[in-house]
């Protein structure tokens, strides 16, 4: 005998509910940019581009947009979400006066707003030190990753019709190739570059310029007084690159770099002059404990330094293929697939296992890039390159807002959660809106599974210290 499943209820639907909000959790987003600054230095960068008074306030009118990125839209239309529920929201620019704005985001306001940015990370970042004594870490083989550590890759973004400087790839594809650096410690996007499809992967002058970028978004008393780590892979090892890192020092900044090396004929040989001489010793996990059929070695000696800065060092990494694994030639040696990078890191630094494994955490910037596709940048709006530019400004700065309400708001899975899950939990909660005593509150099914993690939320952004001024 089969056994019957329960009938769902049967319901009457109506379009005439009042009081009931969705995407209740993305007024969280919009909160943390107001007690970090973030919509009042908006509003003073684009300050000169009001047209009229009683208009809406452009600072406000990008916060909105990056707000709605965060959220998961895809689309200027999208603002419909937050601009239909002005109980919830307030106003909300209409769509035109969002296209306006971003069609006249030239180079100077996108400075201006990258400006902005850092004021208020500074800001995300004192609060996050005032209430958890400190920032993230980033770990390595289960040790803590000393100071800050940022990663640069690029990727390429789709696109599905013609639009300004969307060109054929070097993967055969078509459209934009943007250049980013993320700061793994809190998944912040520090800055981003748009280029066309046919922009190079190891273009030295891209790289310095938006390693630049990343770097005045870090505050000073961070940018000066932390030690941070550079981290790339081969297209990143460029002698101008690694000659720019160095020459940080200069001014104060305790950098180093870590990169990926390709596998030429002088490395190739100096892995198998290793493999007869030197010692390998097994490679090491996440965890820490010893990885099975992986080892490294370190090949400094053995492997031409001319064009790297002096104190290069080179560790191997050797593993077995995994099953449909595409190596080429270079990649194999007697059977056995082999990794190589370089590091300025002194011999005091921690061991060749864990510098291995600690630039082997630079893979997790693909995750940083895949996600983003998510929060923005995996779309452009315009078949103008200018629009599009801005449009990933706003991209990284709604990124930033979901990195900020993690570190500051949210504990447990939901503070390390990637943007899809957070916004299935979280964001795009419904609630009902009531008004009692000339108080507004926001209502959420008591039910619902993480009702008190929002409710909990809402209560640490009460109690954040506001910035001065």
């Not at 379009?15 to 919509?39: F, K, M, N, P, Y």
């Not at 979400?81 to 109980?87: F, G, I, P, S």
């Not at 594809?173 to 996007?189: I, K, Q, V, W």
Request: with cysteine.
């Amino acid at each position: 005998m089969v056994k019957r499943t329960g009938a769902r209820p049967k319901i009457v639907v109506s379009g005439d509910g009042r009081g009931v909000v969705s995407h209740a959790g993305a007024r969280l987003l919009a909160d943390v940019a107001a007690v970090t600054g973030l919509t009042a230095a908006c509003s003073d960068a684009l300050a000169g581009v009001r047209q009229r008074r009683g208009g809406h306030d452009p600072g406000r009118v990008a916060v909105d947009l990056a707000v709605m990125l965060a959220d998961g839209g895809e689309a200027i239309a999208d603002l419909a979400v937050l601009r239909d529920q002005a109980q919830l929201f307030g106003p909300v620019a209409s769509d035109p006066t969002a296209w306006r704005l971003l069609s006249m985001m030239d180079s100077d306001m996108l400075r201006r707003l990258a400006t902005a940015r850092a004021q208020a990370r500074e800001t995300a970042w004192a609060q996050r030190i005032d209430v958890r004594s400190g920032l993230p870490e980033t770990t390595a083989a289960g040790l803590p990753v000393p100071g800050l550590v940022l990663d640069l890759d690029a990727s390429i973004v789709i696109c599905h019709s013609e639009k300004e400087a969307a060109t054929p790839t070097w993967k055969r594809s078509f459209g934009y190739h943007p250049l980013f650096c993320f700061l793994d410690n809190t998944r912040e996007a520090l800055s981003g570059m748009l280029r066309e499809g046919r922009a190079g992967s190891n273009t030295t002058a891209d790289h310095i310029t938006v390693l630049d970028d990343a770097l005045t978004q870090i505050p000073d008393q961070f940018r000066h007084g932390t030690p941070i780590l550079i981290r790339a892979d081969s297209a990143g090892c460029t002698q101008g690159l690694l000659a720019h890192i160095r020459g940080l020092r200069g001014d104060g900044v305790d950098a180093r770099f870590s990169v990926g090396v390709a596998i030429t004929e002088p490395i190739r040989q100096a892995i198998l002059t290793a493999k007869t001489y030197s010692r390998w010793v097994p490679a090491l996990d996440s965890d820490g404990e010893p990885r099975d059929g992986a080892d490294v070695c370190e090949l400094t000696g053995l492997v031409p330094d001319d064009g790297f800065p002096p104190g290069t060092r080179f560790i191997a990494r050797r593993e077995v293929p995994h099953p449909g694994a595409q190596l080429s030639l270079f990649d194999t040696v007697e059977g056995l697939r082999h990794q190589v990078m370089a590091t300025d890191t002194p011999a005091g630094g921690g061991s060749v296992q864990f510098l291995e494994a600690r630039h082997r955490g630079h893979a997790r910037v693909e995750d940083r890039i895949r996600t983003g596709k998510d929060t923005g940048f995996g779309r452009f709006p315009s078949r103008v390159f200018a629009i599009n530019a801005a449009w990933l400004q706003l991209a990284l700065t709604g990124i930033d807002l979901l990195s900020w309400t993690q570190m500051l708001l949210l504990h447990g899975d939901l503070a390390v959660a990637e943007p899809k899950k957070l916004r299935y939990r979280l964001l795009h909660i419904a609630a009902r809106l009531t008004t009692s005593a000339r108080r507004i509150r926001l209502r959420i099914a008591e039910h619902w599974p993480w009702a008190t993690d929002l409710v909990a939320a809402y209560s640490r952004l009460a109690a954040l210290p506001r910035p001065v001024g």
